[in-house]
């Protein structure tokens, strides 16, 4: 029945506690909590802005307790040091030696998050170096650290080279090739509009067309002092190109004493991501500096995950010294001779972008010479995944938790090759451009592999510091979570105290330059930030359970992710029919997982029902190989658009046997070709269903969970774009319930059909939207149902003593609800009045402003009140006395209730405009629940008196409309605002922005009628 699938929502999944441990699998046993109340691990974190261990241990305590009281799981607990340094230097009284990462002063603060979250029931992130945690203090000479290789040229005269070679003692000679050029050309590159944060861009480059068969390596007819004799065929041209490695001493934490007498002189190193020997450098640094002394015992009672950030580490060419012989066990030839072509874009493609190398040499073959720069690519992603495996095997055994990372993208090589080489691996909002086929692309790997969780460094915005609205978050993270993500890691609170060199409103990671600084000194802390918070939390409660299925996987096959992620699928055919989909590389065709049972793809975990190759991939030999077995053993293959191309390695032998294999496989069983759009007209025919079929006017995006452990299976659907109608249909046995993320309540649905074995439910949703349908084990169908509902039923309750309660506003339409026996029931009431907008408000506007010392960087906000009597609900930027001003708006007004002169009502729905920020609702000076930010709405009978009654709607603004004003008078760590945006090229200051309630609030009274 319906009140036995409320009892079991009620206590939903609430699990034994069990401590953390290294099982990354969706089978995992965790703390959950409960779905009104999910448990910490379950919460959003907070990213969280240390900006160096000097700072006030105490006031750190307090922000992370903070963060927990209004709904954050905890925090990650980053030392952020100004970006490593890279943004500015240490302030004027700081003093980075003493108190830089894994110092005494360090230990000491380190211990001190870790107990503020133990006494405040949460969990901690934490990086496993400072800024993005990819090095740490080490001694410059050690082997661990980072590698380069660097390229150097020179064309040979007169067709002999006699003399020392280029760059002798730029490192350890790695090869000296020699090549005929076929043709010179210098291409420019344009430099405009690139941040200088990673250095300056380079304006132009050599591009060299080399003939195939001339590389040859003479490193070892090279002299002691660097010379060397070569003599060439005069009739040709003829370039030599070393090659050299050493350590880079590339630094995520820049500073330096001047001197060496200890490994805290000189900042944090680098250490090598492509071996395990850099894994290596960083354990033995935790196990001597960090973890003594209670840290490691602490970590294991109240850690999370140790975790990486996007690689941002410059080289010339990413390179270890093991390479060549990685690259010859993968490959089977020497890497050597085939240096020149892979000096051009294999440093870091996305920070690197605008100097990716001072040469670019192809070969005179078809394929250019694709095949030996995509060779080097996957050995350079095999080195990479020995240092992943090594980092994460140190904290799963060491410290008994798990690794979280931001693997691979930035670095030259298949981001999907290595996702399921940490417990948790992480995208972000900010790289991915919120993309949802972007997130597909990441979540696809590790859905297969049977990850818990799927992280998202959230919230990142560029020049929206202190002006990201709520309401422009949620998107963001709905749109993630659309793709697959669950759990996300909000960028980022603030440290609140004083600092060095800082105004109020306080220390501002990246000088303003992305969002979000989250502390009390946003007005929305205290005044709607917890119920995006708990909203949040609720969804990655639902979204960490049971297992993610997903109707369909497309084949991905690149040497080199596309840092900006762009959508591969572009037809909409699948997303208009609700087929959800991720991507897969043959790569990940090795794993465990990747099996074919029951014509599925993975069956424990996403059991895809199909597999797509579109015409703008490319098949590797052993991908096509595989993806014959898995036709054969059932699974239906949909070429569409025409044939893929060939994935070009070595000198392109495979290619013939590739394109073979493709037409075999065209011919096969269970293979179907068809034109471009036209996958999901094929998939019909065969007979496939999307786990949630969707028809709509809009752009909806599902997902679907089955959780068979606790007999609730769920799907999420999400409106992207327009307020839309429509329905979902979803196969179920069971009576439908609405899961509401923002109330933590169940209740039955009320309309519904059924048609075969699918429930179909018709869903009218406002732009950004969400709603969450579930199916348990415990409901019944015995109770009745509507399968036709009036519009004019606002809403209804259910209880256990009430059964269902419709509330219903006026109309004079005869239109009947129908139940699902056939019951016909006329609800048309004449007698409620209808609805009626409410106006004449009153605003007291709570100014927040700085202090009259604006050093003063610890205190809140000076406040102050100003009374405005509005007409109408416009922005604060349309009312002259606050255009400037930001704080909390308290918007009040009265409504006589029962209205005079009209007939009865129980009730009314109090509807408001959307919530661009955030909003919360009094009534009688008694607090509303959280109302849905994107169809906000308030059913306002159970706290209505006979009599006037006070309407007080307090809505906090953004803090940016104020700074603005201010600009000229702040500072971060030395640096002032506008000087800083300046140099990083943003000549002006974001506008103001829109704040307050605007709109139109309208009352809709209605009259209770008890469904029999």
Not at 50 to 68: E, F, H, M
Not at 89 to 112: S, V
Not at 333 to 344: A, D, E, G, M, S
Request: proline share 6%; aromatic share 10%.
């Amino acid at each position: 029945m319906w009140t036995a699938t409320i009892n079991l929502l009620s206590l939903l999944l609430l699990w034994q506690s069990v401590r953390a441990d290294t099982n990354d699998q969706t089978s995992a046993k965790v703390d959950r909590g409960t779905f009104d109340n999910p448990a910490a691990r379950l919460r959003p974190r907070f990213r969280y802005w240390l900006p160096d261990a000097g700072v006030d241990v105490q006031t750190v305590q307090d922000n992370i307790k903070a963060a927990g009281a209004i709904g954050a799981g905890g925090v990650e607990f980053l030392p952020f040091y100004n970006y490593g340094g890279q943004l500015s230097p240490e302030p004027t009284g700081a003093n980075w030696i003493k108190d830089g990462f894994g110092t005494p002063t360090f230990h000491k603060m380190f211990l001190a998050a870790l107990e503020a979250h133990k006494e405040a029931g949460l969990k901690m992130d934490f990086p496993l170096g400072p800024n993005q945690g990819q090095g740490v203090p080490a001694d410059p000479s050690d082997e661990g650290l980072q590698w380069d290789l660097e390229p150097f040229s020179v064309a040979v005269t007169n067709g002999e080279f006699i003399g020392q070679i280029p760059g002798w003692g730029a490192g350890e000679l790695i090869a000296l090739v020699s090549a005929e050029v076929l043709s010179t050309k210098n291409i420019s590159l344009d430099t405009s509009g690139a941040l200088s944060l990673f250095g300056a861009a380079q304006s132009s480059y050599l591009s060299l067309v080399l003939k195939n068969g001339t590389l040859v390596d003479w490193a070892k007819n090279v002299s002691p002092t660097g010379h060397v004799s070569l003599k060439f065929s005069t009739g040709a041209s003829h370039r030599l190109f070393a090659f050299y490695q050493f350590l880079s001493h590339e630094k995520n934490l820049e500073y330096s004493s001047g001197n060496a007498e200890s490994i805290w002189d000189n900042g944090s190193y680098v250490v090598d991501h492509y071996s395990a020997q850099g894994a290596q450098v960083v354990a033995k640094f935790w196990e001597k500096y960090i973890l003594p002394d209670g840290v490691k015992d602490l970590l294991k009672e109240v850690g999370n995950y140790g975790w990486e950030d996007s690689v941002e580490i410059r080289s010339n060419i990413s390179w270890t010294p093991s390479l060549p012989e990685i690259f010859q066990s993968k490959h089977g030839y020497n890497l050597k001779p085939f240096l020149p072509l892979i000096t051009f874009r294999d440093n870091n493609i996305n920070i690197q972008s605008g100097s990716p190398g001072a040469f670019h040499c192809v070969l005179d073959t078809p394929d250019q010479g694709l095949g030996y720069f995509n060779d080097f690519r996957g050995a350079l992603a095999a080195a990479y995944r020995n240092y992943l495996e090594e980092l994460t095997n140190w904290v799963n055994k060491e410290l008994n938790l798990q690794m979280s990372a931001q693997v691979s993208y930035n670095l030259p090589m298949d981001m999907e090759a290595n996702i399921p080489f940490v417990n948790a691996p992480e995208c972000e909002s900010l790289q991915f451009n919120s993309n949802i086929d972007g997130y597909r692309q990441f979540a696809g790997p590790a859905n297969l592999a049977g990850k818990r969780v799927i992280s998202n460094e959230m919230g990142a915005v560029m020049m929206k510091a202190y002006n990201l609205p709520h309401s422009e978050l949620l998107g963001y993270i709905n749109r993630a979570v659309a793709g697959g993500v669950n759990q996300v890691v909000l960028h980022g609170q603030s440290y609140t105290g004083d600092y060095y060199g800082t105004t109020w409103p306080g220390y501002t990671a990246f000088n303003y330059l992305f969002s979000e600084l989250y502390s009390d000194k946003q007005p929305s802390w205290s005044h709607g930030l917890g119920d995006v918070l708990n909203y949040t939390a609720r969804v990655q409660y639902l979204q960490q359970s049971g297992v993610p299925r997903t109707d369909i996987v497309i084949y991905n096959k690149v040497s080199g992710t596309d840092p900006s992620f762009p959508t591969l699928y572009s037809p909409t055919d699948l997303i208009g029919a609700g087929y959800t989909y991720t991507y897969l590389s043959p790569d990940n065709f090795v794993l465990p997982q990747a099996i074919v049972k029951d014509n599925t793809l993975g069956p424990d975990g996403p059991a895809y029902q199909a597999l797509v190759i579109t015409s703008n991939s490319n098949l590797t030999l052993d991908g096509v190989h595989y993806i014959q077995k898995y036709a054969r053993a059932g699974l239906p293959v949909i070429l569409s658009g025409g044939d893929p191309g060939v994935y070009a390695a070595h000198d392109s032998r495979d290619t013939p046997a590739i394109k073979q294999a493709i037409q075999t496989l065209k011919k096969s069983h269970n293979v179907y070709c068809v034109s471009a759009g036209k996958v999901a007209a094929k998939l019909q025919t065969l007979g496939i269903q999307p786990r949630v079929a969707i028809q709509t006017n809009g752009t909806w995006y599902s997902t679907w969970r089955e959780d068979a452990q606790n007999g609730m299976d769920h799907a999420f659907v999400f409106c992207d774009g327009n307020a839309s109608t429509g329905t979902v249909s979803i196969p179920s046995s069971n009576a439908p319930i609405f899961l509401d993320p923002w109330t933590g309540q169940a209740k039955p649905i009320l309309e519904y059909t059924r048609h075969g074995n699918r429930v179909v439910i018709p869903l009218s949703l406002a732009a950004n939207q969400t709603v969450v349908i579930g199916f348990t084990d415990s409901a019944s169908n015995s109770v009745q149902h509507a399968s036709q509902l009036p519009q004019w039923v606002a809403g209804y309750d259910y209880s256990q003593e009430s059964g269902i309660e419709l509330h219903v506003s006026a109309s004079k339409d005869s239109q009947p609800l129908v139940l699902s026996n056939g019951k016909r029931v006329s609800l048309a009431r004449t007698d409620v009045p209808g609805p009626s907008t409410l106006s004449n408000w009153t605003l007291t506007a709570e100014h927040w402003e700085a202090p009259s010392n604006i050093s003063d960087a610890a205190t809140v906000a000076i406040k102050h009140n100003t009374t405005h009597h509005l007409s109408s609900l416009v922005s604060w930027t349309e009312i002259s006395a606050l255009r400037n001003v930001s704080g909390l708006g308290y918007y009040s007004t009265s409504i006589k209730w029962p209205p005079a002169g009209h007939g009865s009502a129980d009730g009314a729905y109090l509807i408001l405009p959307a919530i661009s920020h955030a909003a919360r609702v009094y009534v009688n000076g008694q607090k509303a629940p959280p109302i849905d930010f994107s169809a906000p709405r308030v059913d306002l009978g159970p706290y209505m008196v006979k009599g006037f009654n006070q309407i007080t709607v307090v809505v906090p603004t953004t803090m940016w409309n104020y700074i603005r004003g201010i600009a000229g008078d702040i500072q971060t760590a030395d640096v002032p605002l506008q000087l800083f945006m300046s140099a990083a090229g943003y000549t002006t200051l974001p506008s103001v922005t829109d704040n307050g309630l605007i709109g139109t609030v309208t009352l809709v009274p209605y009259a209770k009628v008890r469904l029999e």
